[in-house]
């Protein structure tokens, strides 16, 4: 409840919510993540399986962005 005032409060002084996925856009835009990591995000949101999940992780976190 406090938090969901706070947020509304927020809102009313002229914040915005966020966009789905608007922060991993930010993240690709400014070069934070490559395109590998960035669908390695949406990957593990639709993640069906624990091994799925793995493999999403593992994208998001750079190891197939690795060149030798």
Do not use: H, Y
Not at 11 to 18: H, I, P, T
Not at 35 to 43: M, T
């Amino acid at each position: 409840m406090v938090l969901r005032e706070i947020v509304r409060r927020c809102v009313s002084l002229g914040a915005r919510l966020a966009e789905p996925g608007e922060f991993t856009r930010r993240a690709f835009l400014n070069e934070r993540l490559d395109l590998a990591q960035a669908e390695g995000v949406a990957d593990l949101i639709d993640a069906s399986s624990a091994e799925a999940a793995r493999g999403a992780a593992r994208s998001l976190a750079g190891e197939f962005s690795e060149f030798p």
